[in-house]
């Protein structure tokens, strides 16, 4: 991509953005490690855990922490907030399965202004209707990996050093792996549902999956927790609920709601 003339105007940009990114990301790495080194109370958040333990192995690894910082940084600000517009606009066209989540909300926070660990793990269905709006709509529509050696497959050979597009999106949409696949139905995620293995990965698998998908599930939950408890909301009409490809999946329009206090 970087070698194409209509392109040089965006990798330039791009450039300038990583340099800004990784020069103030040293700035707040460096500065909370001093504070934890002189003692001072330091925010109780991820990177404060991260240089905790860091400090507690031989050699250190700068590099490593300000990669995955970024990472933090990038992957969990747009993907999340497209997944929670997904998830508002699949409840808002499927007012029984949100009648059905706001019981859950009510039953397990009631009025309580503060969501505790505790409370997030009794919200069952909330991960289940979360995990739908992954299956139908993933932010990330898929992943690359490169392969080592050759492999053959269904008769196909395949290269080493062959890379290769999984879509989670298209898979996710198959009658293969799902029934009724474009029926938005939190049920396919229940306990008792198959499991639906190497068909469904909206943060990717294996050792190099996204190093926040945990922080961004929990993310999510807590957000659209406080917004089902808090409010009602409805759809503005004259939306084309279709998904536009900006490197990460998002709605076409944004998702257009009316919002009232419950």
């Known amino acids: 991509i970087q070698y194409m003339p209509g392109n040089q105007k965006l990798v330039k940009e791009v450039k300038e953005s990583v340099r800004l990114l990784r020069r103030v990301g040293k700035e707040c790495i460096d500065q909370r490690r001093e504070a934890i080194q002189n003692g001072k109370e330091a925010t109780l958040d991820i990177l404060t855990q991260i240089l905790k333990g860091d400090a507690l192995e031989e050699t250190r690894d700068d590099e490593n922490i300000l990669d995955n910082f970024i990472t933090f940084f990038v992957a969990g600000h747009e993907t999340t907030a497209n997944q929670l517009s997904f998830t508002v606009m699949a409840l808002a066209q499927h007012p029984e399965i949100l009648e059905r989540l706001q019981a859950e909300v009510d039953e ?98 294996g050792p190099r999956s996204c190093i926040g998908q945990v922080f961004a599930q929990m993310e999510a939950k807590v957000v659209m927790a406080k917004l089902l408890q808090r409010f009602e909301f409805q759809l503005v009409p004259g939306q084309s609920f279709k998904l536009v490809d900006a490197g990460t999946f998002r709605p076409l329009d944004g998702v257009m709601c009316k919002l009232k206090p419950r």
Request: net charge positive.
């Open 108 to 205: 397990v926070l009631g009025a309580k202004r503060h969501i505790d660990y505790e409370d997030l793990g009794k919200l069952t269905y909330l991960s289940q209707v979360l995990k739908e709006s992954l299956r139908l709509y993933p932010p990330v529509p898929g992943t690359v990996r490169r392969i080592e050696k050759e492999h053959v497959i269904d008769g196909i050979r395949i290269p080493a050093d062959t890379m290769l597009i999984f879509s989670t999106y298209i898979m996710g949409r198959m009658e293969r792996y799902f029934k009724d696949p474009l029926t938005f139905n939190p049920d396919r995620f229940s306990k008792d549902a198959p499991k639906p293995y190497y068909c469904y990965f909206p943060f990717s698998l």
